[in-house]
T-cell receptor, first 110, second 115 residues
Framework: NAGVTQTPKFRILKIGQSMTLQCTQDMNHNYMYWYRQDPGMGLKLIYYSVGAGITDKGEVPNGYNVSRSTTEDFPLRLELAAPSQTSVYFC?????????FGPGTRLTVT | QQQVKQSPQSLIVQKGGISIINCAYENTAFDYFPWYQQFPGKGPALLIAIRPDVSEKKEGRFTISFNKSAKQFSLHIMDSQPGDSATYFCAASSPFRGSNYKLTFGKGTLLTVNP
C-alpha cells in the first residue's frame, strides 16, 4: 500500500514550457486534491476532484489544469510556465479518516 | 481573507517542555479541525483531529483543545522532544458529502525543540 505517490520529485522549467505533474493513489479514495506550498504561506488549494470525471477549481487555479479519468490518477498540467509557479506541489486524497498527502514535487521556473 | 489564523509563526522549546500552537477561525460552518505535521522535504502528515462535539482530544503526547464559543483551537505537545521539531499546520473544513473536503490551512508554525 503506497498511499499517494507523485512524480517527478524535482523539476526545473524554463518560462513558457509546459509539464504534467503526476499523482496516483491506491486507497480507492474518491476525493483528490492539488495544493501548492510557498514559504510562510501554508497550503493553497489549486484544484480538487470528487470522483472520476468531476473536477473543480480551488483557491488558486489560474495557470493550471487537471483531469480525472480514473479513481487512482489525478494529473496537474502547467501550461506556459511562469516564475510565479515556482513552488512545492502536493497531491492529496481523502477518505473519512482524513486527508493524506504525497511527498511533493519541487518545481522551479526560470 | 484568511479564514484560519495560526500563531505563533515560530516556536522554540526546550526538551521536556510544553509546546502550544494556537489557531482561530471565522467560518462557523467549519466542523472538522485537523493538525498536520510536516518534516523538511516531506508532505504534511495527519497528526490529530477534532470535531466540535468535544472540547479536547488526546493522543499520546499530543492534545487538541477546542473552544467553540471563542472559535479557537490549539495543539499542545507535552514532553516535547527534538524529534518533534517540524512545521505544524492547523486546518479546518466544512461538511460536504461526508468527507474532509476543501481544507483551509493556517500558515504554519515552525517548532524547534532544543536538546
Amino acid at each position: 500500500n503506497a498511499g499517494v505517490t507523485q512524480t517527478p520529485k524535482f523539476r526545473i522549467l524554463k518560462i513558457g514550457q509546459s509539464m504534467t505533474l503526476q499523482c496516483t493513489q491506491d486507497m480507492n479514495h474518491n476525493y483528490m486534491y492539488w495544493y501548492r506550498q510557498d514559504p510562510g504561506m501554508g497550503l493553497k488549494l489549486i484544484y480538487y476532484s470528487v470522483g472520476a470525471g468531476i473536477t473543480d477549481k480551488g483557491e488558486v487555479p489560474n495557470g493550471y489544469n487537471v483531469s480525472r479519468s480514473t479513481t487512482e490518477d489525478f494529473p496537474l498540467r502547467l501550461e506556459l510556465a511562469a516564475p510565479s509557479q515556482t513552488s512545492v506541489y502536493f497531491c492529496a486524497s481523502s477518505g473519512l479518516e482524513g486527508q493524506y498527502f504525497g511527498p511533493g514535487t519541487r518545481l522551479t521556473v526560470t | 481573507q484568511q479564514q484560519v489564523k495560526q500563531s505563533p509563526q515560530s516556536l522554540i522549546v526546550q526538551k521536556g517542555g510544553i509546546s502550544i500552537i494556537n489557531c482561530a477561525y471565522e467560518n462557523t460552518a467549519f466542523d472538522y479541525f485537523p493538525w498536520y505535521q510536516q518534516f523538511p522535504g516531506k508532505g504534511p502528515a495527519l497528526l490529530i483531529a477534532i470535531r466540535p462535539d468535544v472540547s479536547e482530544k488526546k493522543e499520546g503526547r499530543f492534545t487538541i483543545s477546542f473552544n467553540k464559543s471563542a472559535k479557537q483551537f490549539s495543539l499542545h505537545i507535552m514532553d516535547s522532544q527534538p524529534g518533534d521539531s517540524a512545521t505544524y499546520f492547523c486546518a479546518a473544513s466544512s461538511p460536504f458529502r461526508g468527507s474532509n473536503y476543501k481544507l483551509t490551512f493556517g500558515k504554519g508554525t515552525l517548532l524547534t525543540v532544543n536538546p
